[in-house]
């Protein structure tokens, strides 16, 4: 396969990327699904043509995606986001690699909260001491067990992060969209939804009193909650990268994080840029149906300091 150059090369570099299949079928799925993207012009058409497709396909069709030396990342072809967005659309999320490799080595941890299927806890694996990666969905979890499990320095837990370890909530798994995912109590559940009970952990009982931590929160709607149980680890240095979906006008979780003393936030996208209102962060908000990645840590924190000067020599270095 070609070489893929990343969005942003000084971290993502001249990124090598192939895929290999669990059988002809798998190839000729692929082949096909690549083929009907070209002409679905809506999010719904992408995640019809992947089920509908693999309803012709034997059971298990799947592809292991290689990047860059990290371990293979396994996308069943029937799964409508992966398939769309670390297949077709990729590279997936260039700003949160660019800030993985630029924590790498200024951080011994990286905590994926909200890891889905596990393709950051793979990407993130080879360049931290250990990484720790949480998910609540039963099924999902399991598909990040299959991807993750067997690497040496990850730890997983199944669990929901939230402001206090130990509680039990009601979680829901959204009908076909396993990457909606929630809380229940964050949006209506409709009949065909699963909800099962899953424990609580805080940020602050997974990252060790002191330990700079680079953390990835992607938990659907229980972001302010999973702040308030960070409170040491940020305190202590932490970096987090969370997400302000473009469907929120309110920018209601970075809004909630500039209310806090000493707190910076930065974009990404195009080199560590600071956001220093909600102006700033809604101006980048252009998709309704995106979610967008942002920094936030507080002032003075050594980790943020180590990954803005690794920015800054990538921009002098053009």
Known sequence: MPLVPGTLRGYLG??????????????LQYALLMALFRVAVTRGLYGRFARGLGRLFPSGTAVWLHEDGAPPYRIALD????????????????????????????APLFCD??????YWTTRAAPLFDHVIAVEASNATFAALQANAGHL??????????????????????THLSHASARLAGDGPTRAQDHVETVTTLAVDDLVPAGQ???????????EIAAIDGAARALKDGAV???EDHGNDPDCTVSAYLLDQPGMRLYSAGNGLVSMPDLASIR?????????????AAREGSPLLAAIATRFANLAQSR
């Open 14 to 27: 001249w990124m090598t990327r192939y895929l290999t299949f669990s059988g002809p079928a798998a190839r």
């Open 212 to 222: 700079p931590a680079l953390i990835k929160l992607d938990v659907e709607g229980a």
């Open 79 to 106: 799964d409508g986001y992966w398939t769309r967005f670390a297949l077709w659309r990729a590279p997936y999320e260039p700003e949160v690699a660019a800030v993985l490799r630029a924590a790498a080595g200024a």
């Open 240 to 242: 987090l990268i969370y």
């Open 283 to 295: 101006a980048l908000k252009s998709d309704p149906f995106k979610g967008y990645n942002y920094i």
């Open 152 to 173: 040496p320095n990850v730890t997983l837990h199944r669990a929901a992060i939230h402001g206090r370890s130990g509680n039990t909530l009601e979680f829901v798994n």
């Open 113 to 118: 909260l909200g890891a889905n299927k596990g």
